[in-house]
């Protein structure tokens, strides 16, 4: 479903082959070694408890077959990871203890990743390798910390709430090391803060990553009293919160294409230049990337980049070529009036009509609001770009062009926003 | 509450007073006074998230697996007494609200545990060997409760007179089944939280309901981007018609006339919301058209009427990349087809023709001669039935005339007032908009 388009602000053009960082291939590295190491060490010394191996890998195969793609861009297999912590957490099936290494749990884990996988490559989606390979590397983290110290805790005593605050603060904790991957990995591929890809990632993970954990924990203890049973039983569950984030990511998807071909209304109409909106909308997320913006911020300003122009379906007659950069000051500050008026009209993006009000103010802004918000100086610049550059992918063009933008900065446009414009359009193997 | 009624007071009366004599009464022997509590709280703290998380819907909440846990755990009185904890939610509520909640969830409880001692379980922990008879008994207990449940908060609703009793036109069996099948999978979930009970301790609970919680939570998000998904589609519609102040509200009033066809012919709900998409964009290619040629008064010439025969495509060329609108698409490009074969853009005729195409093709001219244009006013309601019905297997498919006669007759339909055009500086031309042009040419020759 979802891996048809990227979501929300991960336009597949930043991702240059020249310029990929470091992380991404250091994660996979590290799992390829991590996986086929612990695959040779299982087969040497053969696997514990085969059945129990088997019942955990298809569990984990199946989870991964299911897996979804999460708004931003994000995959994920909440039923493969709930299984996987479970089998590094599980304890006692029955009343038969198990003793498998955290080696095995690996290699088990491992090969359910990849078959569960096989399918969807052989449907021609890949997986995102880097999510895959966090997938495995934070399971191992917990593998290697928990199994060595499973003798100690057993859930016949009394002190089944120890080994429960136990697994709950590995789970917590690998969620937050699973985030600081993400993190890198995302900071690499848009040109961003690692700081800020952080914060977003935690928020991202948080809720599903409970569930997660939650359901991984439970099918683990609850296997003394079920045995093997507890899989299923524990599994729907969580099956309810995968089917509930499927269906959001879509429509988010959805909203996102709906805007998409609406804010190509004007281009029809003979108001913009074909493609505009489209332009200006990728090139104001490298700058907001460029500039440290929040995911949430990416999102609402690629909305109000899309339909900026859309208080120009209220002029009588088109302005030529749609150029708003030659409509006079005031003419331009109606449009975008017009445009804010029709956008709050939705009742559910005021923030975006706010952008999209303020988007022909000077950098210092005019009223008594002080300036515009990030969103609309950003706007301001790619806007007058796309207008006087075009579909020109002309290197001469666009350097005087943006000189000509540059020398407006002390008073026109946001000095640091054309600084960030300049070093997107600069970076090599960019489209830009 | 002011103003309920006696039978309501009554109800709510005999329904508290019923639980109170039950917890009253006991027999209590059985019940582990720990677990009982621990049950209790949950149950409102599951019960008060669940609000919290969900606000405002009725339905069955995962906290109903807490309740059926007692069952199992704590026998039917303990299962009342934990029902009737729900008075102490943590929420703004009035009192008789809170003591209804707590006498409807209190009965259904005892009567579910009584169900279940009757077809052999035990009160307790299950052991392993329980298992998988248990299962049987249980659903039937499951069953029962939320039986109950539905016929108690139904008999409010009823004494209320907020409901009456009514034979419905269709039964909507698909959301009745979805919400059954989920107070099921919630209730035997009950089942294993009783089961782990002994192994996991009172935090099962809060491990099964995590899921579940978050599941409600993203469900939300789902819904509230839908809503917004909606508005949003709707608002940018009537951005492209605003230069013309005679075709305001054309677009919502063409998807609600296809919504009601589309209902009228027993489609399910999904393709419903499709009709009303296909309605709702038909005409959104017409920004394409040059603005002349739509403002022009008198007879078009060749070549204008074919740039305005453009406009269905101008429309798909717009929309074809949203992937929901999936069958609407070939309603937004055909909905000037004839059923002779006389229509654009490809002059398809009869079943060749697009469903989704005939149904916004009537639900558009309806409209049309309902509302009033530049060059007429507006038509009744029922002329514009006959008209429809004279071109009723020339123009239009006679099924979806007959449905959408049904659906007016049934939910009448409102004609547009026109409110005087305002001297916006913008908005300054009345466009006679483009399907006008067709219907103009059956209209003009009745006539004539």
């Known amino acids: 479903m979802t891996e048809a388009a990227p979501i929300a602000p991960a336009p597949a053009r930043t991702n240059p082959p020249h310029r990929i960082g470091l992380t991404r291939p250091l994660i996979i590295g590290l799992a390829v070694l991590v996986a086929v190491g ?40 909440p039923i493969a990871s709930a299984a996987a912590i479970a089998y590094a957490f599980l304890i ?24 569960g996988e096989l399918p969807h490559i052989m449907v021609g989606q890949s997986p995102h390798w880097g999510d895959l390979a966090r997938r495995l590397l934070s399971l191992s983290v917990l593998a290697l910390v928990f199994r060595p110290i499973v003798g100690f805790v057993g859930p016949e005593g009394e002190l089944w709430w120890v080994s429960l605050g136990l697994m709950a603060g590995l789970v917590v904790m690998v969620w937050a090391l699973d985030s600081v991957a993400a993190a890198a990995i995302r900071a690499d591929r848009l040109h961003t803060r690692f700081r800020v890809t952080l ?34 039983v524990f599994t729907a569950p969580l099956l309810v919160t995968q089917v509930a984030f499927r269906r959001f990511a879509e429509i988010r998807l959805t909203y996102l294409q709906t805007v998409r071909a609406l804010s190509r209304v004007t281009e029809v109409g003979g108001y913009v230049e074909t493609g ?30 899309l339909m900026h122009d859309i208080g120009q379906l209220s002029l009588r007659d088109p302005i030529p070529s749609g150029a708003t950069v030659l409509a006079a ?73 943006l000189q000509r933008l540059r020398m407006d900065t002390d008073h026109e446009y946001d000095g640091s926003v054309v600084d960030a414009l300049s070093a997107v359009l600069n970076r090599p193997a960019s489209r830009w | 509450m002011r103003a309920l009624p006696v039978a309501a007071r009554l109800y709510v009366g005999l329904v508290v007073l019923g639980a109170t004599a039950v917890m009253v009464l006991g027999p209590f022997d059985g019940i582990d006074p720990g677990t009982l509590v621990l049950l209790a709280v949950l149950f409102v703290v599951a019960e008060s998230i669940s609000t919290l998380v969900h606000r405002g819907k009725t339905g069955i909440s995962p906290s109903s697996s807490a309740s059926l846990a007692a069952v199992v755990l ?28 707590g006498g409807q969830f209190a009965f259904a409880g005892y009567a579910a545990g009584h169900v279940f001692q009757m077809l052999g379980g035990g009160v307790g922990v299950p052991d392993e060997d329980a ?59 009950g089942l294993f939280i009783a089961a782990i009970w002994g192994a996991v301790g009172p935090f099962a609970v809060l491990l099964v309901l995590i899921p579940l919680f978050i599941a409600r939570w993203a469900f939300d998000q789902y819904v509230s981007q839908q809503r917004a998904h909606d508005s949003t589609l709707a608002t940018l519609c009537q951005a492209v018609e605003t230069k013309d102040y005679y075709t305001r509200g054309h677009c919502m009033r063409v998807a609600k006339a296809a919504g009601m066809i589309a209902d009228e012919l027993g489609m399910s709900a999904e393709r419903v919301q499709t009709m009303r998409y296909a309605g709702m964009l038909h005409d959104i290619g017409k920004l394409g058209v040059p603005t002349k040629i739509l403002q022009k008064a008198g007879k078009l010439t060749e070549d204008e009427f074919a740039a305005i025969q453009l406009h269905p495509m101008r429309g798909y060329e717009i929309v074809r ?57 507006a038509w009744s309601a029922e002329d514009a039935i006959i008209e429809l019905r004279r071109c009723a297997g020339t123009q239009f498919d006679p099924r979806m005339v007959e449905a959408l006669v049904r659906a007016v007759d049934r939910e009448g339909w409102e004609v547009p007032d026109l409110v005087e055009p305002d001297e916006d500086e913008c908005v300054t031309h009345h466009e006679p908009e483009a399907p006008a042009a067709s219907v103009r040419v059956a209209g003009e020759t009745t006539r004539s």
Not at chain 1, 92 to 115: D, F, K, N, P, R
């Open chain 1, 38 to 77: 612990t695959l040779l060490a299982t087969l040497v010394t053969g696997f514990d408890q085969p059945q129990v191996a088997l019942a955990f890998g298809v569990l984990v195969g199946l989870g991964e077959l299911a897996r979804i793609t999460l708004p931003g861009h994000r995959e994920v297999a």
């Open chain 1, 92 to 115: 006692t099936i029955g009343t038969e203890s198990v003793s498998h290494t955290a080696w095995q749990v690996i290699a088990v884990v491992a090969v359910g990743l990849l078959l």
């Open chain 1, 199 to 232: 914060r977003d990632e935690m928020r991202a993970q948080l809720p599903i990553g409970m569930a997660i954990g939650a359901s991984g924990i439970l099918m683990a203890l609850s296997a003394y009293v079920m045995g093997l049973a507890a899989l299923l």
């Open chain 1, 276 to 305: 505009h909106s489209r332009r200006v909308s990728e090139l104001s997320q490298a700058v907001g990337c460029e500039l440290g913006m929040r995911e949430s911020d990416l999102l609402e300003l690629e909305y109000a980049a």
């Open chain 1, 329 to 401: 000051p005031r003419e331009q500050r109606r449009i975008a009036e017009l445009g804010s008026a029709v956008i709050r009209e939705t009742g559910v993006l005021d923030s975006v009509a706010e952008l999209v009000r303020r988007q022909c103010e000077p950098s210092a802004g005019d009223g008594d609001d002080g300036p515009p918000p990030l969103g609309s100086r950003i706007i301001k610049v790619t806007n007058a770009f796309d207008d006087l550059v075009g579909e020109s992918k002309d290197a001469d063009r666009t350097a005087a062009v």
């Open chain 2, 74 to 101: 704590v026998g039917p009185v303990g299962a009342a007494i934990v029902g009737f904890a729900s008075c102490l939610i943590f929420r703004r509520q009035d009192l008789v609200k809170r003591l209804f909640n």
């Open chain 2, 131 to 189: 298992f998988p008879w248990i299962v049987l008994p249980f659903a039937v207990a499951v069953l029962a409760y939320s039986l109950l449940n539905s016929l108690l908060v139904a008999g409010l609703l009823w004494c209320l007179g907020a409901v009456r009793i009514q034979r419905p036109r269709r039964v909507m069996w698909r959301p009745l089944a979805t919400l059954e099948l989920s107070s099921l999978g919630y209730g035997m979930l």
């Open chain 2, 321 to 377: 990349e949203i992937d929901f609108l999936d069958e609407a698409l070939a309603g937004i490009m055909h909905h000037h087809e004839r059923m002779d074969g006389g229509g654009y853009p490809m002059g398809l005729a009869g079943e060749e023709i697009p469903e989704a195409a005939r149904l916004v093709s009537v639900a558009d001219v309806f409209d049309c001669l309902t509302s009033t244009r530049s060059y007429r006013t």
